[in-house]
């Protein structure tokens, strides 16, 4: 299972990134994907995580609290990429962002990074006032 992040970068107050993710080495229609980010000195939390209903005809996604209406979680399953668009940035969203993958068949989207099997580097986000 290989992981590979990237897209992260230095913004102003209210830019926009777009985070990838390039997985390969298993199914990736069986598995969750999720972003987790991590700021110095404080514990990872899930950012927004995603899978397919066990149908595989529906997606269902999960957003922390605080991103939600900014930041949009996305896949595409032929090319086995993982997205997440990130807007209206704010200082607070400055972390070192990581996508990670579980095998999931069931419609819940967990977003818990104990729950998480296979984690890519990370890519940093900075947001500046």
């Known amino acids: 299972v290989q992981l590979q992040a990237s897209g992260g970068g230095s913004v102003q107050v209210g830019g926009s990134l777009r985070l990838s993710c390039a997985a390969s080495?298993?199914?990736?229609?069986?598995?969750?994907i999720g972003w987790f980010r991590q700021a110095p000195d404080k514990e990872r939390e899930g950012v927004s995580c995603?899978?397919?209903?066990?149908?595989?005809?529906?997606?269902?996604?999960y957003y922390r609290e605080s991103v939600k209406g900014r930041f949009a979680i996305s896949r595409d399953n032929a090319e086995k990429m993982g997205y997440l668009q990130m807007n209206a940035l704010k200082p607070e969203d400055t972390a070192e962002y990581h996508c990670?993958?579980?095998?999931?068949?069931?419609?819940?989207?967990?977003?818990?990074?104990?729950?998480?099997?296979?984690w890519g580097q990370g890519t940093q986000v900075t947001v500046s006032s």
């Open positions: 990670a993958v579980m095998f999931s068949l069931h419609d819940a989207v967990p977003c818990f990074p104990s729950q998480y099997d296979y």
């Open positions: 080495g298993f199914r990736f229609d069986d598995y969750s």
């Open positions: 995603i899978n397919l209903n066990n149908r595989r005809s529906d997606v269902s996604s």
